[in-house]
């Protein structure tokens, strides 16, 4: 599994309250992301990090936010939750060289929005 | 924008049987093509990296080959066990380690 912990693996939340995932690895990837994998819509990138400090954003980045202060740290936080945001939240991580792109992904967490 | 195909979205097998799980893609410019696969309620766990100078790669059982010319990529299954029952998901990779997915093939195979 490459060392990536997510956490909480599961949550329920009331629309409107700020929520925030954790993704953790353990073996000093350079690159992490955030999907979202939806019935019918496959992975969607959230936003992606290349560094500490250094994040981008996906296709799907409205209402989330994220956060790397260390290597091995990224935090995605949905402001104010919605039930749209409902979903299967992961976490992936890569070396990031154009050779090795191989990437890893955290087990997922499951999130409602009720 | 690229545009990843997986076609099945659904393939019921016997045990025991070969087959085959297709991707295709729109462009050609990628550096590299990923299989994983998926069981329910999961996370996605590798299964093959193609870098793009080669044209296959073998795990066991699988092997998956890389056409970039014609944007197809596919995965071989031998002899197939109801334990490969899962879904099975290609990704292709371009600049800035971007990733792009397709939807997937839903695998049973059937005792």
């Known amino acids: 599994d490459a060392g990536i912990t997510q956490s909480p693996r599961h949550k329920v939340t009331e629309t409107g309250t700020p929520v925030t995932l954790r993704c953790h690895q353990t073996?000093?990837?350079?690159?992490m992301y955030w999907y979202r994998q939806d019935p019918g819509h496959g992975l969607r990138l959230i936003h992606y990090?290349?560094?500490?400090?250094?994040?981008d954003k996906g296709e799907v980045s409205d209402g989330y936010s994220v956060s790397r202060s260390k290597t091995e740290d990224f935090l995605l936080t949905l402001e104010s939750a919605t039930s749209s945001q409902t979903s299967v939240y992961f976490c992936?991580?890569?070396?990031?060289?154009?050779?090795?792109?191989?990437?890893?992904f955290g087990q997922g967490t499951r999130l409602t929005v009720v | 924008k690229q545009e990843v195909t997986q076609i099945p979205a659904a393939l019921s097998v016997p045990e025991g049987e070969n087959l085959v799980l297709n991707c295709s893609f729109t462009?050609?410019?990628?550096?590299?093509l990923q299989w994983f696969r998926q069981d329910p309620g999961k996370g996605l766990t590798s299964l093959l990296l193609?870098?793009?100078?080669?044209r296959e790669q073998t795990s066991g059982r699988l092997n998956a080959s890389l056409d970039k010319s014609s944007g197809r990529s596919t995965l071989y299954i031998a002899a197939s066990q109801p334990g490969d029952s899962a879904t099975y998901l290609c990704?292709?990779?371009?600049?800035?380690?971007?990733?792009?997915f397709g939807t997937g093939t839903s695998l049973t195979v059937i005792p």
């Open positions: 990704a292709v990779i371009r600049t800035g380690n971007q990733f792009y």
């Open positions: 990090s290349y560094g500490v400090k250094d994040t």
């Open positions: 193609i870098q793009s100078s080669q």
């Open positions: 462009d050609s410019a990628i550096y590299n």
């Open positions: 992936a991580v890569t070396d990031g060289s154009s050779m090795n792109t191989e990437a890893f």
């Open positions: 073996e000093n990837h350079r690159y």
